[in-house]
């Protein structure tokens, strides 16, 4: 099958978005599958960057990456962007449409039906919910979006849900709600992130806990958390893989960390390359993911640490939220605990810190969860919403 995968944004990106992408397509084009990744190009460097050694992915001649010029203004960037997304849509239409950008999604489901190419639309929230909850989130409650655009933002949703191809969500929560919103749809497919296959962190049996965490340092995410957690269990160390150097969540969490007294204890890496978190998260004894509780975090979230941290076979400890028990059962694959409970959270880390049968038996469990959640596994689930795309048509 041919695909055209559109995401408007620079590329190869650092962020977890352009992982999942590039993985998504390299693992569609590994079963078979024809992809191109239309993208804008690399911007800031010297030279593009190859998007197969930027993300540490074996080369494929069947994943191509074609790219779409950007323009100095943004406004201009973007219909520029949607333009020629339809163009090559249009001129391909034996492919099937790949995107993950609900207003290309939108845009592309305004051509005449006759005419329309074959769209696949991902969804990772529902717009005006998560545009709604967001600004309160960044602790920006000036940038609430107005009525009219939350008007918008649903009448986007609704065209996409009623109009496309085919559909997929992270969540069965997140295809619930959508159902629920706009009426049911039969063939929605869900597939939840992935991450590749890894060999098992190394024993650490006589190393001091270390508890780890990897990710962005969003508010939403937890790590703040993380940091309160950790200065109430003093023997437990502490380690967070990620946070850039020049964006206020990094000092956010810096001044956090000196302000419980645990900035002595507590090791934050930086940016590192994706395919060096596996050997990062090596160093822990124990993984943490928590999430605070929000729409987008209960819901709306399927996130790369998750399936990334099952392959270590080292125990888990998460919150207690709806799409995270889509993946994992407590006391059987890890502990979950309440969100924003930095107290439950602390006596979670003792607790595997220092009951190591406990903490084997919830590691191996895990890790027995991790081929279901390859790229690979996510590719195979998607193919039934490509072949429901082809067959719609």
């Known amino acids: ?21 590039m993985a998504t397509c390299q693992a569609l084009a590994t079963r078979g599958h024809d992809v191109t990744l239309v993208t804008r190009p690399d911007t800031g460097i010297a030279a ?83 545009s709604a909850e967001l600004p309160t989130l960044l602790g920006q409650p000036a940038l609430a979006p107005s009525a009219a655009k939350l008007r918008r933002l649903d009448r986007r949703e609704r065209r996409v849900w009623t109009r496309a191809a085919g559909y997929v969500t992270i969540t069965h929560a997140l295809a619930g709600d959508l159902a629920a919103r706009y009426g049911p749809r039969p063939d929605v497919v869900v597939a939840p992130d992935g991450a590749a296959e890894a060999p098992a962190a ?52 810096d001044a956090l960390a000196a302000a419980v007294g645990v900035a002595g204890r507590l090791e934050m890496t930086g ?16 993984l943490v993911l928590p999430n605070v509780a929000t729409t987008i975090s209960d819901r709306y979230t ?39 409970a930095a107290g439950a959270l602390a006596q979670a880390l003792v607790r595997v810190s220092t009951d190591r049968t406990l903490a084997s038996t919830l590691g191996a469990a895990a890790r027995a969860l991790a081929p279901r959640f390859t790229w690979h596994a996510r590719a195979a689930r998607l193919e039934a919403a490509l072949v429901g795309a082809t067959a719609a048509s």
């Open 1 to 21: 099958m041919t695909v055209l995968y559109f995401a408007d944004t620079r590329f190869p990106i650092e962020r977890a978005n352009g992982v999942q992408t």
């Open 48 to 130: 593009p960057r190859d998007p197969f050694a930027f993300y540490g992915l074996a080369p494929t001649s069947m994943l191509t990456w074609r790219t779409i010029p950007a323009r100095t203004d943004r406004r201009a960037s973007r219909v520029a962007f949607l333009v020629g997304a339809l163009a090559i849509a249009l001129g391909h239409r034996e492919a099937v449409v790949y995107t993950r950008d609900l207003g290309l999604a939108a845009f592309l489901a305004r051509v005449p039906a006759a005419r329309r190419p074959r769209l696949v639309y991902e969804s990772h929230g529902i717009a005006p919910v998560v």
């Open 202 to 253: 190394p024993a650490t049996r006589d190393a001091a806990p270390v508890a780890a965490y990897a990710g962005h340092l969003y508010p939403w995410k937890g790590a703040d958390v993380f940091v309160r957690a950790l200065a109430q269990a003093p023997d437990v160390r502490g380690l967070i893989v990620g946070g850039h150097p020049a964006e206020r969540d990094r000092a956010r969490i």
């Open 271 to 286: 940016l590192v390359p994706s395919s060096d978190v596996g050997t990062h998260l090596a160093r822990a004894t124990v």
């Open 302 to 340: 399927s996130p790369l640490k998750l399936f990334e941290y099952l392959w270590t076979g080292l125990p888990i400890v998460a919150s207690d939220l709806a799409a995270i028990r889509e993946v994992l059962t407590d006391g059987l694959t890890a502990l979950l605990d309440p969100p924003d």
